[in-house]
C-alpha cells in the first residue's frame, strides 16, 4: 500500500535524497524560467542599503526592513551586487528544510510526519521562485522556522543567545515580523503559565498585561501605517494595488480623525462601518488563504486548489495530532496574525504575503496527512503506519 511504501521511504536514507533531488531540480527550473529578478520594493532596499554603508540608519517604516537591507549593504561593502542576497536565500532556504524536520521530528516520534511536512514545503511551486527575487519573503520564511529550531533546541546560555538574536533579526525582516515576535513570545511564555494555572488570578494578569505590552507595540507600527490602511478602506482596496472587485464603500462612510491613536482609529473604523469593515476583510481574509486571483489563468488558479485547499483540510485535523501544545499556539498565533493582517489591509496582487505561514500549515497537514493514512491502513489491515 502506499502507506507502507512512504513509511519505508521515510524511515531511510532514500527518503531524505529524494527531498534533496527535489529541492535542487526545482531551483534549477526555477532559476530557467525566472532567473534573478529585482521586484518594485527591491529599489527601495538597495536604496537603505546603500545608506547604511554611509553611516545613515533606516528611519520611518524602513526600520521594519532593517535586517534584510543590513545583509544587502554587507554584499555592497564587499563590493558584490546586491542580487548576490539571493544566493543567501537559497542557502537559507534548503537549510530551512532540515529546520522544519528537525522541529517536527522533536514532536513526533512518526519519521513520516517531518518527511511529509518538508515534502509539501519543498513541492509548493510558487514558493520556490521567491528564492530568486530580492525581495523579503524568502528570507524571512526561512529565517522563521530555523528561529523556533534553535529555540526549540536551546539548552545552553550560548545556544539561548543564539536564538535572542535570531528572534531580533527576524522580527526586522519586515513589518510582518511583529507577528512573529508576538507568536514566539507565546511560545515561549507558555510553559510560564502552565506553571501557575493554578492561580488563576495571576495568569489572568499576566496574559492582560501582555495583551496590553502587545497593543502598545502594534500601536507604534501603525504610526507610519494607518493612514494608508484608511486610504486603502475609503478606496474600497481589497487586493493591492488598488483593485476593488467591484467593491465600492458606503456613501456614509465615516473615517476617523487622525487625533486619536492609530490603533484605536482602526478600532473606531470597524466601530463606525462595522458592515463594510467586515465585508472586506472576509473578502480579503479568503483571498489570502485561497491564493486564487481573478487575473491568474483558469490552469493556475484550477493548480492552486488542488494543491492547497486540501491541505487545509488535513491542517485543520492535524492541530488535535500534537501534543507539544506551545508549538500548536506559536503556529496558531503567527498564522492568525498574518490573516489578520491582511484582513485590515490588502491583499497583495502576487499573494506573497501567504509564503511566511504556509511551513506552519504544512507541518499541521503532514500530521493530518499521516493519521488519514493510518486509518486507511487500519481498514485495510494491520496498522504497522509507525513501525
Known amino acids: 500500500m502506499i502507506s507502507d511504501s512512504l513509511q519505508k521511504l521515510s524511515n531511510s536514507r532514500a527518503g531524505i535524497s529524494v527531498l534533496i533531488a527535489l529541492w535542487v531540480i526545482i531551483q534549477i527550473v526555477a532559476f530557467v524560467h525566472f532567473g534573478v529578478r529585482h521586484g518594485v520594493d527591491s529599489e527601495r532596499y538597495i536604496q537603505v542599503a546603500q545608506s547604511i554603508t554611509v553611516g545613515n540608519w533606516p528611519k520611518g517604516t524602513d526600520i521594519f526592513y532593517t535586517s534584510y537591507c543590513l545583509l544587502i549593504a554587507g554584499f555592497q561593502l564587499l563590493g558584490l551586487a546586491p542580487s548576490w542576497i539571493v544566493l543567501l536565500q537559497l542557502v537559507l532556504s534548503a537549510v530551512s528544510i532540515i529546520g522544519i524536520y528537525a522541529t ?98 495571576t ?44 467593491i465600492l464603500p458606503p456613501d456614509d462612510l465615516i473615517i476617523p480623525g487622525d487625533h486619536y491613536e492609530p490603533l484605536l482609529q482602526l478600532l473606531l473604523f470597524a466601530i463606525y462601518n462595522p458592515i463594510y469593515m467586515i465585508k472586506i476583510s472576509v473578502m480579503k481574509g479568503v483571498l489570502f488563504f485561497g491564493h486564487v486571483k481573478p ?47 491582511v484582513s485590515i489591509t490588502s491583499e497583495n496582487w502576487d499573494g506573497r504575503f501567504l509564503l511566511a505561514i504556509l511551513p506552519w500549515v504544512f507541518i499541521l497537514a503532514a500530521f493530518g496527512i499521516t493519521q488519514w493514512l493510518q486509518k486507511k491502513r487500519t481498514l485495510a489491515g494491520p496498522n504497522d503506519i509507525n513501525k
Open 104 to 201: 517536527v521530528k522533536s514532536i513526533s516520534t512518526n519519521n513520516l510526519v517531518p518527511w511529509m511536512a518538508c515534502l509539501l514545503y519543498v513541492m509548493w511551486f510558487k514558493f520556490q521562485q521567491w528564492n530568486l527575487i530580492v525581495y523579503t519573503d524568502s528570507l524571512f520564511t526561512s529565517m522563521v522556522i530555523l528561529s523556533v529550531w534553535v529555540v526549540i533546541t536551546a539548552d545552553s546560555r550560548l545556544k539561548y543567545a543564539i536564538a535572542l538574536a535570531m528572534i531580533v533579526f527576524t522580527t526586522f525582516i519586515r513589518p510582518t515580523g511583529i507577528g512573529f515576535l508576538l507568536a514566539i513570545s507565546f511560545f515561549l511564555l507558555y510553559d510560564k503559565l502552565i506553571q501557575i494555572r493554578s492561580k488563576y488570578f
Open 203 to 246: 495568569r489572568l494578569a499576566i496574559l492582560f498585561l501582555f495583551l496590553v505590552l502587545g497593543g502598545i507595540i502594534i500601536n507604534v507600527v501603525l504610526k507610519d501605517f494607518i493612514h494608508s490602511f484608511l486610504l486603502s478602506y475609503s478606496n474600497a482596496e481589497i487586493i493591492y494595488p488598488k483593485i476593488s472587485l467591484g
Open 295 to 341: 487575473y491568474y489563468s483558469v490552469f493556475h488558479n484550477l493548480l492552486v486548489a488542488l494543491y492547497l485547499f486540501p491541505i487545509y483540510g488535513f491542517a485543520i485535523s492535524g492541530v488535535k495530532q500534537i501534543s507539544e501544545k506551545r508549538i500548536v499556539l506559536f503556529m496558531i498565533t503567527f498564522v492568525g496574525f498574518n490573516f489578520l493582517m
